[in-house]
């Protein structure tokens, strides 16, 4: 059974978020007010989108030439594949809101949920100033706490996606 099933059967540990189900797809067990705050973040972090120069944005867009003499092939690639990164990024949080009342996914619905989940954590990590070596502590705001919700449903998601492999 390992920690997936101890987690399961233990009064004092939160029931799993996503889990396989018998059919090959995924359960989202998810009360109404997680649901209701993944239908309000979708829309609100898709107008975003509106300005992807923003620099809150640019872990959504990381640069192909990071060096400045490729400064003109950065231009180039931003020319040609921005719309397309953005157009991607509004169907995952459009995605995000359409399941956010699901309770089965497919594995591509997940894959995608998951996507956008990290998407959110990404611009929300960069407004924070997270870096990959902060320590997790009490959240200090509302921003926080998101975060580290939106990483405890993302690690939710991984872990039912590598249970089905």
């Given amino acids: 059974m390992g920690d997936h099933g101890a987690r399961q059967l233990s009064p004092f540990l939160p029931r799993r978020v996503v889990r396989r189900d018998r059919h090959g797809g995924y ?11 993944l239908r309000q973040l979708g829309p609100q972090f898709s107008s975003l989108l509106d300005e992807p120069d923003q620099p809150v944005l640019r872990r959504l867009f990381p640069p192909a030439y990071a060096e400045p003499a490729h400064a003109d092939k950065q231009e180039e690639y931003r020319r040609l594949m921005q719309e397309d990164l953005v157009a991607r990024h509004r169907e995952e949080f459009d995605l995000l809101v359409k399941v956010a009342d699901a309770e089965h996914l497919s594995e591509e619905e997940l894959l995608a949920w998951s996507r956008a989940l990290n998407s959110l954590r990404l611009v929300l990590g960069t407004f924070l100033d997270v870096q990959e070596d902060d320590e997790r ?15 405890y449903l993302l690690g939710e998601a991984i872990d039912a996606l590598a249970v089905g492999t």
């Fill in 137 to 151: 502590r009490t959240p200090a705001s509302t921003e926080e706490a998101l975060y580290q919700w939106l990483t």
């Fill in 27 to 37: 359960l989202l067990n998810l009360g109404d007010d997680d649901r209701a705050v």
